[in-house]
Structures are given as C-alpha cells and as structure tokens.
C-alpha cells in the first residue's frame, strides 16, 4: 500500500476524486496527507471532512518567496508524513529542488488538455480552455503525466478525449474536461500507478 501525499492550490474537485475513489478505485494507495501553498484553498476544507492531515505551505509568505526553500520545506513534510507517491491536483505553484529530486519519478500532475496541445510554462486552469477555443480544436480532454523539469514535460501515463460543444464557454468546457476526463482519469493512473502498472 503506497501512501499518496497531495498538493493543492484552490477548489480541490480533483482531490474529491481521489477521496471519493479510495476504496473502489484507489485500492493500491492510501492519501496520508494534503498540503496547500494557499491558506484559503477549499481543497483544505475537503481533506478536514474526510479526516485527513493537511499543511499550508505558502512560497511568499513562509518561504520569503524562494523557491528552493519552498520545495525543501513540502519535501520535508512529504517525508515525515512517509509518503510514496506525490500527486499534484490542480498545484499552481512552480516548485524544483530538493522535492523534484528526492520524488523524482514519482510525483503525478493532472493537467486540463491533451498534452502536448495547449501546455507549457503559463498555460493553467481556464487559459487552458480559451487556447482550445481560440484555436478551433473539436477535441480536447485531460493528461495525467510524469512531472519533470520541464513543465507539463514528463512521461505521459493516461489521457482521455472530451469533444468541444457548439457554444461552449471556456468555464462550460472546463467544467466537462472536469468531469468528463480529470475525476476519471486521476484516480485510475494514480492507482495503476500505486500498483506498479504505468
Ligand atoms: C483543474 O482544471 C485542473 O486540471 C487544474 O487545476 C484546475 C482546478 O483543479 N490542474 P481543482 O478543482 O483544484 O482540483
């Protein structure tokens, strides 16, 4: 049984899938922890309801804004909470050093488009899904992939397909690729993943 740490920015709908999957889905993983880089995040309130340890670890404010300090100090509560795997749902904040390399290879990253389309430095939450607008593309969906230096970079592990609607509004195409591909496809990588299958 693999322990699964979570980071966090805001809603937390995809840390829901993984509460939620735990049991049926997740059966080769256990979430022992979640940490924000925002005090506000609601994602912090969905951990509290389902009785799971959680830690606000802000860049600016308790990292003076450093980037290696900020990394260094998740990394050491991934560590003391003895987690396995790292699983980023819907983690804004760039990070690197010392959690990249000590989890390197296993940190997993859900990111709202079919990568490589409409990723890469700067391309997060809506911006995704007006680029897939803008663009005209009649399919997009959701990846769930290895993280590494380079942003949305790693290995690919999963990704599932979400047709664009006639008047879909970036919020109405968010909202699908949400459910329609980010709440599936999360939980079954990050236990194929937790079972040593991808
Ligand atoms: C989602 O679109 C997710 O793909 C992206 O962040 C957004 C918010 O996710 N990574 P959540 O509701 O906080 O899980």
Same mark, same amino acid.
């Not at 322990?3 to 809603?11: A, F, P």
């Not at 509460?19 to 049926?24: A, R, T």
């Given at each position: 049984m693999k322990?699964?740490?979570?980071?966090?920015?805001?809603?937390g709908t995809n840390l829901q899938a993984?509460? @939620?999957?735990? #049991?049926?889905?997740?059966k080769s993983g256990k979430i022992v922890c979640v940490c924000s880089n925002s005090a506000s995040a609601f994602g912090l309130e969905r951990a509290k309801r389902a009785g799971i340890p959680s830690k606000v670890i802000r860049k600016n404010a308790d990292c003076g804004g450093d980037t290696e300090e900020f990394s260094r100090r998740i990394c050491e509560y991934m560590k003391e909470?003895?987690? @396995? +795997?790292?699983?980023? /749902?819907?983690?804004? /904040?760039?990070? #690197?050093? $010392?959690?990249?390399? $000590?989890?390197?290879g296993r940190i997993i990253?859900? %990111?709202p488009s079919?990568?490589?389309?409409?990723?890469?430095?700067?391309?997060? #939450?809506?911006? +995704? %899904?007006?680029?897939?607008?803008?663009?005209? +593309?009649?399919?997009?969906?959701a990846t769930v992939h290895i993280v590494n230096e380079v942003v949305d970079g790693g290995k690919i592990l999963m *990704?599932?397909?979400?047709?664009?609607?006639?008047? @879909?509004?970036?919020?109405?195409? *968010?909202?699908? +690729?949400?459910?329609?591909? $980010?709440?599936?496809?999360?939980?079954? /990588?990050?236990? /194929?993943?937790c079972a040593g299958k991808i």
């Open positions: 322990n699964i740490g979570v980071l966090i920015s805001g809603g993984l509460i @939620d999957k735990q #049991g049926s889905v997740i909470m003895k987690v @396995d +795997v790292v699983v980023l /749902a819907g983690f804004l /904040a760039i990070f #690197g050093g $010392e959690l990249l390399r $000590e989890y390197s990253n859900i %990111h079919l990568i490589p389309s409409f990723c890469g430095k700067g391309m997060y #939450g809506l911006k +995704v %899904h007006e680029a897939a607008l803008d663009y005209g +593309v009649k399919v997009t969906g *990704q599932k397909a979400v047709y664009v609607k006639e008047g @879909d509004t970036p919020e109405k195409l *968010q909202r699908r +690729v949400m459910e329609e591909a $980010e709440w599936i496809i999360l939980p079954e /990588a990050v236990e /194929a993943f």
